[in-house]
């Protein structure tokens, strides 16, 4: 079963489904790949017009696969760099695609994935939608995903909620910036349609031509030298003492040792 479902309609609109929804859509090199190649499909699409990227099962995207993270980490020191430009390249696209994007997104959006949501241009959340920037809870860096973080919800959020990792829900997610407009989960699919056909009134060259504009305006326009820096840091991380202490945790439930109190009520 492919992990990424990607599919074109008459109008050049093109949907990409995560479909990994056993494991709560959480990312791996697998899927990572399967977006990646959805993305290199769109070159050869005649005139695609906007991408529609959902989720199949209850979640969206509960962030990075922590068991494959553990294993890339015991990897080469070049095999881990690999790994995170891979990742950072898939957000780094989806902010600089030359059509506009729209996310739907349903149940739980933790790290990566709310770098995803950022590197999108319209982001409409179920009520039951519920987001978190942890990554240092587990010893790891959110790095990759900082610059386009910065340009959804400002400095000043994601200076509270990458550093406390805190969960918050789909209105404090609306409050900040993070989504566009918040509605009923059945209403997801209804809504997404409808700014989708507001997309589609727009002439294409011109739409192309002002999110271009736009983006010249954001941190997310990495330079090269700046993209590969937060590369390297984000992959010598995953391979830090703190980090082999959070992937023990994870698996074994429990506190890392450097939390100091009783065991929290929230994982």
Request: glycine letters at 8%; aromatic letters at 4%.
């Amino acid at each position: 079963m492919a992990t990424v479902v990607h599919e074109i309609d008459s109008r050049g609109v093109v949907t990409l489904t995560l479909n990994r929804p056993e494991l709560n859509n959480a990312y791996d090199d697998e899927l990572i790949s399967g977006v990646l190649a959805a993305l290199d499909a769109l070159a050869g699409l005649r005139e695609p017009r906007a991408v529609v990227l959902q989720a199949a099962g209850r979640h969206f995207q509960a962030g990075a696969d922590l068991g494959w993270l553990a294993r890339v980490a015991g990897q080469s020191p070049e095999a881990n760099v690999d790994a995170s430009r891979r990742t950072a390249l898939l957000v780094h696209r989806l902010n600089t695609l030359p059509i506009p994007t729209v996310a739907l997104v349903q149940g739980a959006c933790f790290g990566g994935g709310t770098g995803i949501l950022a590197a999108c241009d319209i982001v409409i959340a179920a009520s039951n939608a519920l987001f978190s920037i942890a990554e240092s809870r587990w010893g790891l860096i959110a790095g990759i995903i900082v610059p386009q973080l910065a340009d959804a919800i400002g400095v000043r959020q994601l200076r509270r909620y990458a550093l406390t990792g805190e969960r918050f829900d789909a209105s404090e997610a609306l409050r900040i910036g993070l989504v566009h407009e918040v509605v009923a989960p059945a209403a997801l699919q209804e809504v997404g349609a409808r700014i989708v056909d507001k997309l589609l009134q727009n002439a294409p060259e011109a739409t192309s031509q002002t999110k271009a504009i736009v983006l010249e305006q954001t941190r997310g326009d990495l330079s090269s030298h700046t993209f590969e820096r937060l590369v390297r840091q984000h992959a010598a991380k995953r391979q830090s003492d703190e980090a082999s202490e959070g992937f023990a945790s994870f698996r074994e439930k429990r506190p890392a040792h450097w939390y100091p109190g009783e065991p929290p009520t929230e994982t």
